[in-house]
């Protein structure tokens, strides 16, 4: 996973409002079945993906010559896209979005039987499945992430432990006690927003069922203030804003530098970021090309405890779907499921299998260790979420407010923190009312 994945899955939400106005289907409700026989599926498909990378360095056409000795009828061809979620938008206005593609964040996902066919029942899937929830359109389901992540605090273990801090802290104010001490024993900054790049500040919302340990939190944020005291969201934003207040974080935010901030974490001239699961093979990477040593590179979860444990949330990558206007559907399913049952994409990419049965990647193992909880949210109420935020222009998954959050802190705008995020619960209530959630 890039940090372009990262981005689509960040923004993905807010692109919504800006519509999509495709043919749509003629076929509604056509499914892409699962092919009994692979000596009987042919043709050629087109898969678009936003794995640039892998398209340029062979690493797809590796995959296929792999899927190939199980289906030797199909041939597979990729078109790696830049700009994924511009300008497949465009494609689909016409039929012409290939066989395969990953589901754009601007789709609103009632709208998924139109330009999708379906992969089953969300039933049968989810026992075997994560994510499902996702993409369930009526009982059916229309995608399926190849794999996840997990959001938690990318760490120097080092810089850490010279600090003198061990144990993962537990409650807010403890990691503030740790990024003070690494303050004044160490000459790491200890933590970084990224503030200027802006879409690692969305990362924050994924907090959000972390410190409840409730995997109806999607749930709650459609039916509640998710800035209510005590409320995950609340305690996220609380932190972020008293690692800037209490001088915590990088002197100036508006000259940070995502690519920079890699290897300056790897060497431990950075102490701590909040990103997630994906971003530790990058950071690994980083301290290998840095002469520095990959195994200092740390993952720990939300400082929250529920009922003696931490809690994480599991969420997908994009999802895979079959064109709905797709000549060769068997061929196209017979791609995605091999390539989220066989390819081992997920284990290259060090990320959560989607298949519930996996173990956990090397990367989440101190947290299987640990005990740490993974929770699979209901996204059931999802659509309803996005409505509300765009909506309401609040943006959760936009890095506006906390933007602006990080301003307040550091004392470039005026005002106290508890307006300021009731004022967000301000405008999110009323657009709820005003839908009649």
């Keep these: 996973m890039n940090r372009r994945t990262v981005l689509a899955l ?50 797809m056409k590796k995959y296929a010559a792999e899927f190939n000795k199980t289906y030797p009828e199909v041939k ?50 989810s026992e075997k499945y994560r994510f499902t929830d996702y993409t369930t ?15 938690g605090f990318i760490y120097n273990r080092k810089v850490w432990r010279e600090a003198g801090i061990t144990d993962w802290p537990k409650t807010p104010a403890e990691f503030l006690a740790g990024l003070k001490a690494i303050k004044s024993g160490t000459d790491a900054i200890p933590y970084y ?90 950071m690994r990477g980083a301290a290998k090309q840095a002469g520095a040593n990959p195994g200092d590179i740390g993952f720990m979860p939300f400082p929250a405890h529920k009922n003696g444990t931490f809690c994480a ?28 049952d066989k390819s081992g994409y997920a284990a290259d990419n060090l990320a959560l299998s989607p298949l519930k049965s996996a173990p956990l990647p090397d990367v989440l193992k101190p947290y299987e260790e640990a005990g740490v909880r993974i929770l699979d949210l209901d996204d059931t109420k999802g659509a309803e979420v996005k409505t509300i935020d765009n909506q309401s222009e609040v943006g959760i998954n ?20 508890d307006d300021f995020l009731n004022g967000l619960a301000k405008k999110w209530t009323e657009t709820q009312q005003s839908l009649g959630s």
């Design 10 to 59: 960040a923004v993905g939400a807010a692109l919504l409002a800006s519509g999509c106005t495709g043919t749509g289907g003629t076929s509604k409700g056509a499914d892409a079945e699962a092919p009994d026989d692979p000596s009987k599926v042919s043709g050629t498909i087109t898969v678009l993906t936003h794995r640039t990378d892998l398209v340029q360095d062979g690493t």
């Design 76 to 125: 597979v061809e990729f078109d790696g896209i830049t700009d994924y979620e511009g300008e497949v938008k465009i494609r689909m206005n016409t039929e012409n979005y290939g066989d395969v593609l990953m589901i754009p964040g601007v789709i609103e996902k009632k709208d998924y039987p139109k330009f999708f066919a379906s992969l089953g029942s969300q039933t049968e899937r």
């Design 137 to 151: 359109v009526e009982g059916k389901v229309y995608g399926q992430s190849p794999l996840g992540a997990v959001p």
């Design 193 to 282: 927003t990224n503030f200027k790049d802006m879409w690692p500040l969305t990362q924050w919302t994924q907090v959000n069922g972390s410190v409840s340990c409730d995997e109806q939190a999607t749930t709650k944020l459609a039916e509640g203030d998710p800035w209510a005291e005590g409320s995950d969201l609340r305690t996220a934003d609380t932190l972020l804003y008293d690692i800037v207040r209490e001088g915590l974080a990088e002197k100036d935010p508006t000259t940070t530098n995502w690519e920079a901030s890699k290897p300056k974490l790897a060497k431990g001239e950075i102490a701590t970021m909040w990103l997630g699961s994906w971003a530790v093979i990058q």
């Design 313 to 340: 949330v599991a969420l997908p990558d994009y999802n895979q779907a079959v064109n709905i206007h797709s000549e060769h559907k068997a061929a196209a399913r017979a791609w995605i499921d091999w390539f989220t």
């Design 398 to 417: 936009k890095p506006d407010y906390r933007q602006d959050l990080v301003d307040l802190a550091r004392g470039a705008t005026k005002g106290s923190l």
